[in-house]
Every structure is written in C-alpha cells, then in structure tokens.
C-alpha cells in the first residue's frame, strides 16, 4: 500500500516555452491538485533546447550543458512549488520528470528526452522517477502519447467523449462510456502550436500568437491546406506519434516553395491553424470534446472546434493536465502498475513505465 499518495509532476513540451510544476494527491483514489506553478525557461536555455531539436555540431556537450540547466529549472519550479503550497520536501514521494524531448525516433527504436534526474535529485531532496517512454519503445510501442491513461482515469464518464491536448504536437483520446467493452484509444495527430508558434516568431518576433488575434485576421489558402493535408502522416492509421522532427518549418517552407504565388504571412498562419483544426476535427469526428493545453487559448484555433470545451468545465486547469499526468505515471511506477495502453502505442503489452532515481 502506498503511504504517501503525494506527488510532483513536471512537463516541459514541444513548445519549449517553460516548466509546468504541479503538487498532486492520489489518496483515496481521487486525484487533487494541490497547487501548480510555472516557470519560463531562461531565453539562453530555451534556445540551447530549440537547436538540440535540430542536427548540428558539438551535439553532445550542447546536450550535457542543456541537461543541467534544465535540471536547475525544473529544481526551481519544484521549490516555487513547495513554497507556494507550504509543503516539506519529506511529504512528497516523487518527482515525476518527463524531460524535455528532443529526438522522437520510435520508428529506429529510440526516444530521447533530456533529463538529469540525479542532479534533480540533489538539488530537491526527493526521489525522481523519469524515462517514461523508452520501456514502451523497447516493447515495441511508439512511446506516445502516454497521457491517454491519465484522461481515462480522471475523464471517463457515463457518455463517450474526446479529450484534446493542443502542445506543440497535438493528440488526442477516443474516450469510451464507462462500462463500454470498447478500448480506449489515442494518437498524435499531428502539428498543434509547434507550427503556429515557429512561424509567428518568424514573422512577428513574437514567441506565440497571443489568442490567435494575429492568424485570425488574415485567409486560409484552401490550395497549402490540400498540399500539407497530404503528407502521409495524416492517413496513416495507429498507434503513431510524432514530433518535430517530422512538422518544422522546413517542412513548411518546402510546401511554400511548391506554391506557384507567394502568401502573406498573416494568411500562412491562418492556414495553419486551419491544418491544426482540420486534423484534430478528422481524429475525434462527432464526439464532444474537451481541450487542454496551450491551444486552448487560442480563440481563433477553438472557433473551428465547434463544442469543444476547456478542461476546466471538469474542475481541472488545462495548463496542468499533462504535468498531473507525470505526477501520476510516478506512481504508477512506485506502485509498480503499468503506465501505458498498449493498444494506444502499439507496445506488446502494458509496461511499468519510468526509472526511480532515490532521494
């Protein structure tokens, strides 16, 4: 029996826009946010990350310096944390520390997440548990998404619904009626915000398109949406994850160069949040939807979700679902439960997923 039912969950995304840092309580089978803070990454950190994502030079002492910067950010959102939640280090079991991706290679049987738990752990005094999604890659599975189980915990009910989360890459879970003999099921689908985020920057200096203002002012070019639409991606059936090694701005810069006209940019981004909508929309189809992540704010982006809705109708901030389901994939480790759906990632069964680093 678990005597501690408190853990830590950190998630920094696809995004690589800061650590979310959330404070959870599983006792009696419910899941309590205790508190969440979030913490954005220093501009030198979050570039280190970015240029990680690309092949390069001196990769692996790039990588070696990322790792104990980000290390040094997720120990300062764990103590913001438990200062802002007035918690001792002794009352939490677990840091649950998903690493910030930077290679997403299921397909040659790796996944790389930057990480330094043993310095976390120095630098917190509480046990980490990280390298969620190798074990599933090693049985054969894509390693992602892993939040499915989490939403099916937590969001399940008596009618079958869609749970959306719109990071940098955007998935999604096919959630059955409780009771259902159906699975649940789940999978990437493609760009969310990494997109969107790239060109805005790009064009604007802007890191993110505040609520969608900017694309929404401008025309979806229905010829680009048909020419991204067709990447093989979009059609090919799960379990399939990917990242953005796949959806970068070379990859769109390579559909503008086929254009026989030049866009605005105000009208590529438009297209763009058209691509985001459009590929969600063909993943849940008539199913009632909630929506987490940072894509929950963009009015423009949720306009083309007709119905969809915020996670927090359900009483749970959408800015902290995928770091409360880190906080639990810990204890399912801990608890030595499976952490993954096997059906989702195509791995040979379920898997106790995770490496426990001791405080």
């Known amino acids: 029996m678990l005597l501690n039912e408190r853990y830590i969950g950190l998630m920094s995304g696809t995004s690589v826009d800061g650590v979310d840092a959330v404070l959870a309580d599983f006792a009696d089978g419910r899941v309590q946010t205790l508190g969440h803070v979030h913490v954005p990454f220093a501009p030198a950190l979050r570039a280190a990350l970015q240029g ?47 690493g910030q991706t930077i290679r997403h290679r299921p397909e040659r049987g790796f996944t790389w997440q930057l990480n330094h738990p043993t310095l976390l ?3 917190t005094g509480i046990a980490v548990v990280a390298d969620f999604r190798s074990r599933d890659v090693a049985a054969g599975g894509q390693g992602a998404p892993l939040v499915p189980a989490f939403h099916a915990a937590v969001f399940q009910d008596d009618e079958p619904r869609a749970v959306i989360n719109i990071g940098g890459i955007a998935n999604v879970t096919l959630l059955p009626a409780k009771g259902s003999p159906e699975p649940v099921r789940g999978f990437d689908t493609g ?12 064009h604007t200096g802007r890191p993110y398109d505040a609520s969608g203002q900017w694309g929404a002012t401008g025309e979806v070019d229905t010829a680009l949406l048909v020419d991204l639409l067709a990447d093989p991606y979009f059609s090919q059936p799960a379990p399939k994850s990917t990242g953005r ?15 026989q006209t030049v866009l605005t940019p105000v009208d590529v981004q438009a ?11 063909m993943a849940i189809g008539q199913l009632p939807a909630m929506v987490c992540g940072g894509g929950v704010f963009n009015d423009a982006l949720m306009r083309q979700l007709p119905g969809a809705r915020s996670t927090a109708a359900r009483g749970v901030d959408p800015m902290q679902v995928e770091a409360l389901a880190f906080a639990w994939l810990a204890r399912q480790c801990f608890a030595s439960a499976p952490g993954n759906l096997s059906i989702v990632t195509g791995a040979t069964g379920p898997r106790v997923l995770g490496a426990v680093y001791p405080a």
């Open 52 to 98: 990680l994502m690309q092949s390069g030079a001196d990769e692996i002492e790039r990588a070696g310096d990322a790792s104990v910067a980000l290390a040094r950010a997720y120990a300062d959102a764990v103590k913001a944390l438990l200062a802002s939640t007035r918690t001792q280090t002794r009352d939490v079991a677990a840091i649950g520390a998903h």
């Open 245 to 259: 090694e796949r959806f970068n701005l070379a990859w769109l810069d390579a559909a503008l160069a086929r254009r």
């Open 121 to 123: 752990v120095e630098l």
């Open 271 to 281: 297209t763009l949040t058209a691509l985001t909508a459009r590929t969600v929309g």
């Open 191 to 202: 760009p969310g915000n990494t997109l969107l985020d790239a060109w805005c920057e790009r």
